[in-house]
Structures are given as C-alpha cells and as structure tokens.
DNA sequence: ATGGGCACCTGGCTGC
DNA sequence: TGCAGCCAGGTGCCCA
C-alpha cells in the first residue's frame, strides 16, 4: 500500500496530534507483524513523550525521550488518532493510548508492516543502516542515478523500487515516473542515456511531489490519518489503466509483469 | 556483487 | 451459492 508519499501524507496528518503528547500504555492485541511486536514494548514506552515525528524512507520515526519507536505500513496499513475508547475493529493491532484522551492506532490486514523500538541512533537500526538517499533530497541528483545505473542489466523499473539505490518509490511511482520520463520499464538500466537520466531523476521527484500534494494514491484500503483516501489516484497516468487509452496519444495502456509486481507502460509515449 | 525467486498474510474479485 | 485461483501501495532472505 503505502509508498512515500502516503507515508508522508500520514506523517503530516498525525504529527500535530503526537508531537508533544504522552504515551500512557500501549494495547497490543496482535503482535504478530512482519516482525513481533517487542514484548517489552508497553512498559519501555509508557509515559515517555513523543518528542518529534519524523520520515525516513517508508518508515516513520517516533522520536521519545529515550529511544525511538519505529513504525512500517507495509501493503496494507495505515495510521490514525481517534478517540481512545473508539471500539477496536478487525486488524485493529495496536494502540498507543495518548495522554490526550486519544489513541494512535494501528490497523494492518495483511500484517507486513513492523512496530520495533530502538534505543540507539535509529539511522544505524539493521532495517534502516543501509538505505539509500531520500528521493526528494539533492543527493538524489542524475549523477548518483547515472553512477548505480552503470553496468547494471536489471530492468531500470527494478532498480527504481530497490531501496540500496533510493528508497520510496514503490509499485504504482515507479511505473508512473517511467511514464513521465518516456522511458519503457524493462529498458537495461545500464543502456539509459544521459538525457534519460534527467528525465527519470526529475520525473521521481515530480509525481512524488504531486502525490504528496494531493494526499496520496488510494487503490483499495489505504486512508490517510483522517480515514481519508488521498486523490492522486485521478492523476495515474499508467497504473491500473491498461488498456485503457493513454492521456497523452490514445494509444492503450500495456500490462506486463516484472519480477511478480505489475508494470504499466504505454508502447507509443515510453521507448 | 548481482539477479531472481520465495516468503510472510488477509481479503476481494473472477470464473467455473 | 461455493470454492479455487489469482491478485494486491513491501521487502528481507536465500540461492545460483
């Protein structure tokens, strides 16, 4: 589900409501995630303040007074803060009780996302150590891109949504960024040209920054902190649209499968 | 080092 | 109506 930008959107949508707040317990109902939740976790966290919110490739940053509590989505999570006594639903997992007389709660259905804490720099935690650059930042630039492209046979789709060589650029950004690049997916990352590059580099930042704006994409169960779905969905050039008529030239939109995750692509518009 | 495939899970849809 | 099969916003790990 979440990629960065609906990440973002919820980082943004629950900070003001985190930030500066108590965590009173912590109701863990399933701790079966990706991960199992810490047993330890309620008593580690309890009365500890969030102290900032922050984003670091798909995962969010609970900064506490001692330590960090760090929260992954998955495909199918989502974060919201609701009244503390709101009656636990199906995939309600875990809750963390504020001092508000709200909760921060957890809801995953397919259970891929993680909840760990960590008491030293969360930067060096094994799952976070070897990331690459953010895509919105400088060092996202074509020369970084042109130089982890080199020599690499992997399909350039691929290697977009491998997070060693930058992270936040799932299934449904990489297929659109491609599109806004009129690059074709399966294209050899290593044979792109320069100017293929620039494109690529400046179409990621641009759909990602659009897809922020617009509270991200919402294909099926994916709500932002309100229970909203975002409205980037209407902006998809490519993704789930195959067959349909590409917005630039009419031509259908194709479907191909790469590495078990759907690639879309237009055959006239992308070479 | 690189690339490919599988695994983890639930739910919704399709087609027989 | 029932059920098998397939697919879904991610990513760590194992193998060649």
Not at 5 to 26: K, N, S, Y
Not at 245 to 262: E, F, K
Request: hydrophobic fraction near 40%; glycine fraction near 8%; charge should be positive.
């Amino acid at each position: 589900m979440p990629e960065l930008p609906e990440v973002e959107t919820t980082r943004r949508g629950i900070a003001p409501l985190v930030e500066g707040r108590t965590i009173e317990r912590v109701i863990v109902r399933e701790p079966r995630l990706r991960w199992p939740v810490p047993p330890g976790l309620g008593t580690e966290l309890a009365g500890q303040q969030v102290k900032s919110l922050t984003r670091r490739a798909k995962y969010l940053l609970f900064g506490l007074e001692r330590g960090t509590l760090l929260v992954h989505l998955g495909m199918s999570g989502n974060l919201r803060v609701l009244p503390a006594d709101t009656p636990p639903r199906v995939h309600d997992h875990v809750d963390l009780v504020l001092d508000s007389g709200k909760c921060l709660r957890l809801n995953d259905p397919r259970r891929f996302g993680c909840l760990l804490w960590t008491a030293d720099d969360p930067l060096a935690h094994p799952l976070l150590s070897s990331l690459a650059p953010e895509p919105l930042s400088a060092e996202f630039s074509a020369e970084y891109l042109a130089r982890r492209m080199r020599g690499r046979s992997v399909a350039i789709k691929q290697l977009l949504m491998n997070a060693r060589v930058v992270v936040g650029v799932g299934n449904i950004y990489a297929s659109e960024a491609l599109f806004h690049a009129g690059v074709r997916p399966t294209r050899a990352a290593g044979r792109l040209t320069r100017r293929e590059i620039d494109a690529l580099v400046a179409a990621v930042r641009r759909v990602l920054r659009a897809a922020i704006r617009a509270g991200g994409t919402t294909l099926r169960d994916y709500v932002n902190a309100d229970g909203k779905p975002g409205y980037f969905r209407q902006k998809l050039y490519v993704y789930e649209r195959s067959g349909q008529p590409c917005r630039i030239c009419r031509t259908p939109i194709r479907h191909l499968a790469q590495g078990q995750r759907s690639s879309y692509f237009c055959p006239t518009c992308q070479r």
